[in-house]
């Protein structure tokens, strides 16, 4: 049922207009205006939020099939900035036009409903896991949600999504490696 909700989602954007981007290269930025929708086809992009002290953390790795920051459906700024973490591409449909075709079709609209209700259970787990007191607690709960460590060279952006500096989540590591 997942996946047939999924293709009704996807199948919006056939027409949309794609947009390749670099690794690194940044999507949008909080505060801006939210005129499009946007598909992940390929790679991961970042949902990212900066707090008042400068620590960066993680909302969500938006990776294939994702609908890029699906609330901004209904708002008229984003609320985070968007990345992309590795090479991606895009599918950009106007937001009216998705807006628009959301009310047209009931299955699609509820297709979507199960989408942002998946999303609200993500961002539940991830709340629940960044209010763990110990760095080990959180790592164990994030690989315990299915996730898996990346490469050496992307262990930063675990610690931004555990809401723990990099160097907090090396020495776990390093002392998981020990035991």
């Known amino acids: 049922m997942i996946m047939i909700m999924q293709t009704l989602i996807s199948r919006l954007f056939d027409g949309a207009f ?14 801006a205006p939210v005129r499009e929708m946007f598909l992940v086809e390929s790679g991961e992009v970042h949902l990212i939020r900066h707090t008042a002290s400068g620590d960066r953390l993680i909302l969500h790795r ?18 985070c900035d968007a990345v992309a973490a590795e090479a991606a591409v895009l599918a950009a449909l106007p937001k009216q036009v998705f807006l628009d075709a959301m009310s047209a079709d009931a299955a699609l609209s509820t297709a979507w409903a199960a989408s942002l209700a998946r999303a609200t259970q993500g961002a539940r787990l991830r709340a629940e896991i960044r209010s763990l007191s110990r760095v080990s607690a959180r790592l164990d709960a994030w690989l315990e949600a299915g996730n898996a460590l990346p490469d050496k060279g992307r262990w930063q952006d675990v610690a931004a999504e555990l809401g723990v500096t990099r160097e907090a989540l090396y020495r776990e590591l390093a002392r998981r490696r020990r035991l």
């Open 18 to 31: 794609r947009q390749s981007l670099p690794s690194g290269t940044t999507m949008f930025l909080t505060g």
């Open 62 to 79: 938006a990776g294939r099939g994702a609908v890029l920051a699906e609330a901004s459906a209904y708002s008229p700024h984003y609320h």
